[in-house]
């Protein structure tokens, strides 16, 4: 079975510039996460679904930030416009139950996004 | 709000050293704890979790974790560790968020580096 896929990987791109990450949970998993990682900050959850519908986005640092999850297969995250402060590395996991319940989320390999 | 603090950046070992990464969190109620691993260039997996009964837990990999709810902690140990260790932990914690859901909350990670 296919993990969590996330796309791009790496993404450069200049201030001002509208970016969209993607994300596809593994097939079943009825929770879906955003975390961003820096080095100041380490991991913080920004934003989780289930069932598709978003259930608490207290994470999302400001209105530039906007996530969505139109099916249970596919999520996108979306900064517009984007800032230098916004590098960082963004994660999506998915789960069966809130990661508290099994403990287990199952994450992706990242995005590594770079605002010049 | 919940709190998770791990006291050291970058630990470096030989072969066949004993490790132990410190983990502490805040919180006032009842809680769940779980180390994460993520190897070079891979993604965040599950080490071990702690969710009642016997606080030592032992892991993947030979690795075992202490609760010690006195002191607020939970450590993570391996009686001797291997190259194949190097990499990057997270302990995490997550507890009833107050919305009928839990959430996990990570620490900022601590890099290990094992020299053959």
């Known amino acids: 079975d296919a993990g969590v896929i996330q796309s791009p990987r790496h993404e450069v791109t200049e201030m001002g510039q509208e970016v969209t990450l993607r994300c596809k949970p593994i097939?079943?998993?009825?929770?879906l996460f955003w975390y961003r990682q820096t080095m100041m900050r380490g991991l913080e959850l920004l934003i989780y679904?289930?069932?598709?519908?978003?259930?608490?986005d207290s994470g999302m640092p400001e209105d530039r930030f906007s996530a969505k999850m139109p099916n249970a297969s596919f999520s996108t995250l979306k900064i517009q416009p984007s800032e230098p402060r916004d590098s960082a590395v963004y994660f999506c996991?998915?789960?069966?139950?809130?990661?508290?319940?099994?403990?287990?989320?199952?994450f992706g390999e990242g995005s590594r996004l770079t605002v010049l | 709000a919940q709190s998770v603090s791990q006291h050291n950046h970058h630990v470096i070992l030989s072969e066949a050293a004993s490790l132990e990464l410190g983990c502490n969190y805040s919180?006032?109620?009842?809680?769940?704890l779980f180390w994460y691993v993520q190897y070079p260039g891979q993604h965040l997996q599950l080490l071990l979790k702690?969710?009642?009964?016997?606080?030592l837990v032992k892991g993947i990999k030979g690795f075992e974790a202490e609760f010690i709810k006195s002191k607020f902690s939970f450590n993570l140990r391996k009686p001797s560790v291997q190259w194949s260790d190097t990499a990057e932990y997270f302990c995490?914690?997550?507890?009833?968020?107050?919305?009928?859901?839990?959430?996990?909350?990570f620490g900022k990670g601590t890099k290990l580096s094992v020299i053959p």
């Open positions: 996991a998915s789960s069966f139950f809130p990661g508290g319940y099994t403990g287990e989320l199952f």
């Open positions: 097939s079943g998993h009825d929770y």
């Open positions: 679904f289930n069932n598709n519908v978003p259930i608490d």
């Open positions: 919180y006032g109620g009842t809680v769940n």
């Open positions: 702690y969710f009642s009964g016997d606080p």
């Open positions: 995490a914690v997550s507890g009833d968020s107050g919305a009928g859901s839990y959430q996990l909350t």
